[in-house]
């Protein structure tokens, strides 16, 4: 078997969905290893470095051996990764709903056209606004999502004026996501509602249920 037939795999785990359209319900979590980004706000930086190799072929059996339907491709950015792309297609072919996070840094074009894509539109608060690949955002699909992740006002208000230059919300789900322990749930909440945003208000559901570092949920 060819390296490049490889996928470097920080762990595979069953859960809680905590965020998207998806969320409370069970999903399974494939978390590749590496990210070019260096978002201030990062829980999952243990996902920088290390991980293990993996065939396509083993990633499948571990996911089968949970019998949940819902597979979430998350990182690090798995799209850093080229064999991502099929073992997406597979875990479609084999009839999972495929989920893929991923930090918008990356072009999405070549993935498959059946994975739900969720797009991580990042806020000037994360320090990686530059990184971004912004016809990412003309690329998005109906069954598709967009979230900001917001630290501060400065960032709600770079989202508002994203959303209204690039008509995200008219593309698809939109989602604004407070930095956990960093902005007041309820002063978000009071702003989208002030604005009259057609976003979709959320928490990370999963950092309640467990503890807030805690791996492997």
């Given at each position: 078997?060819?390296?490049?037939s490889?996928?470097?795999?920080?762990?595979?785990?069953?859960?809680?969905?905590?965020e998207?359209?998806?969320?409370?319900?069970?999903?399974?979590?494939?978390?590749?290893?590496?990210?070019?980004?260096?978002?201030?706000?990062?829980d999952t930086?243990?996902?920088?470095?290390?991980?293990?190799?993996?065939?396509?072929d083993?990633?499948?059996?571990?996911?089968?051996?949970?019998?949940?339907?819902?597979?979430?491709?998350?990182?690090?950015?798995?799209?850093v990764?080229p064999?991502?792309?099929?073992?997406?297609?597979?875990?479609?072919?084999?009839?999972?709903?495929?989920?893929?996070?991923t930090?918008?840094?990356?072009?999405?074009?070549?993935?498959?056209?059946?994975?739900?894509?969720?797009?991580d539109?990042?806020?000037?608060?994360?320090?990686?606004?530059?990184?971004?690949?912004?016809?990412?955002?003309?690329?998005?699909?109906?069954k598709?999502?967009?979230k900001?992740?917001?630290?501060?006002?400065?960032?709600?208000?770079?989202a508002?004026?994203?959303?209204?230059?690039?008509?995200?919300?008219?593309?698809?789900?939109?989602?604004?996501?407070?930095?956990?322990?960093?902005?007041?749930?309820r002063?978000?909440?009071e702003?989208?509602?002030?604005?009259?945003l057609?976003?979709?208000?959320?928490?990370?559901?999963?950092?309640?249920?467990?503890?807030?570092?805690?791996?492997?949920?």
């Amino acid at each position: 078997m060819t390296k490049s037939s490889m996928l470097r795999i920080t762990e595979i785990f069953h859960s809680i969905q905590g965020e998207s359209s998806y969320v409370g319900q069970p999903c399974v979590f494939v978390r590749l290893t590496g990210c070019p980004l260096r978002c201030t706000w990062c829980d999952t930086d243990y996902a920088f470095y290390g991980g293990n190799e993996c065939s396509i072929d083993e990633v499948l059996v571990k996911v089968h051996t949970y019998g949940c339907r819902l597979v979430e491709v998350t990182g690090g950015e798995p799209l850093v990764q080229p064999e991502s792309l099929p073992l997406m297609t597979k875990l479609c072919d084999a009839g999972y709903t495929v989920l893929l996070e991923t930090s918008g840094a990356v072009d999405i074009a070549p993935v498959d056209p059946r994975v739900h894509v969720i797009l991580d539109v990042k806020c000037p608060g994360s320090g990686m606004t530059n990184r971004m690949h912004w016809p990412n955002l003309s690329q998005l699909a109906a069954k598709d999502e967009a979230k900001f992740v917001l630290a501060d006002r400065a960032d709600y208000d770079w989202a508002r004026e994203v959303l209204a230059e690039h008509g995200v919300a008219d593309r698809c789900t939109v989602f604004f996501s407070p930095v956990f322990g960093s902005l007041d749930v309820r002063q978000l909440a009071e702003w989208i509602l002030a604005d009259k945003l057609p976003v979709r208000f959320q928490i990370q559901l999963h950092k309640h249920i467990w503890a807030p570092d805690m791996r492997g949920v």
